[in-house]
Structures are given as C-alpha cells and as structure tokens.
C-alpha cells in the first residue's frame, strides 16, 4: 500500500522501482540508484509523508551501501526511518547501523544494530558480514 498516491503517479513510480530492482539484482548499482531517484522525485513534498518513500529512501541508501558510499547511504537510511513505519523496519535500521560503522560513528551503530536485532532477531545478520553482529554480541 503506497498510501493515497493517485494510480497513474503509484504505476509510473512501481515501474521504475521495478526497473531499478532490476539493475540491483545484476549488481549495476549506479544504474539502480538512478531509477529510484528518478521514482522519488515522482514522490509528492513532503517526502516523507508517503509510504512509497520508506522503500524509495531504503532502496538508494541500499545502493549507496553496495556502492561503498557509506555517508550518502546513512543519510538516505536516516530519511527512510523519518517516513510512515520507518522506526519498525528491520532492514532501515541494520543497513544504517552498518552505513554508521562503516563511517566510523560505532555507539551510533550500535544502537540501530540493535534494533535491527530487536525487531527480527540473530537471523537479520545471518548474510552480513560478522564485524556487524560482533559489535552488539555483548549487549544481548
């Protein structure tokens, strides 16, 4: 459910998430993350009012990340847990605290590597890398 966004705006927006799934999955990241810029500036202000935004934000932080760009990737990350159930989404908070270790920001990272691991448990970290995991083994 996208929220109240008018059905030519919702197609147009599904198809080039689609398109930028697409590029993802054939790991052209680059590529990917225009797509779904391209979807969220389709996106009625503000932002993150909208559903659509959640999965938009999280899709270019996610690009961001395979990217290696790990700054963008946290601000993206921080726009998507600002959005409609942002705050309760597992893989807002794993990939942010992973964008924030990355960074160097590790007390930051905790705590939404923590959450992450609140909402979904161990198997959130099962396929990522161990450092991650590492770093709240101790709290829980």
């Given amino acids: 459910d996208m929220g109240d966004?008018?059905?030519d705006l919702y197609d147009r927006i599904t198809a080039l998430s689609?398109?930028?799934n697409e590029f993802a999955d054939e790991e052209k990241y680059q590529e990917a993350l225009?797509?779904?810029s391209e979807a969220l500036d389709l996106v009625p202000i503000p932002k993150i009012d909208w559903e659509a935004s959640l999965w938009l934000f999280a899709s270019?932080?996610?690009m961001y990340f395979s990217l290696e760009e790990y700054q963008k990737a946290s601000d993206s990350f921080f726009d998507a847990l600002n959005c409609p159930d942002g705050q309760i989404n597992a893989f807002v908070?794993?990939?942010l605290g992973e964008s924030l270790y990355e960074i160097g920001l590790?007390?930051?990272a905790k705590e939404h590597l923590l959450q992450a691991?609140?909402?979904e448990g161990e198997e959130m970290f099962s396929e990522q890398e161990p450092k991650y995991f590492q770093l709240i083994k101790d709290i829980i």
Avoid: A
Wanted: net charge negative; aromatic share 10%; hydrophobic share 35%.
């Fill in 5 to 7: 966004l008018d059905d």
């Fill in 18 to 20: 689609e398109e930028g």
């Fill in 34 to 36: 225009l797509k779904f």
């Fill in 60 to 62: 270019i932080g996610d």
């Fill in 93 to 95: 908070h794993l990939r």
């Fill in 106 to 108: 590790k007390d930051k």
């Fill in 117 to 119: 691991y609140m909402l």
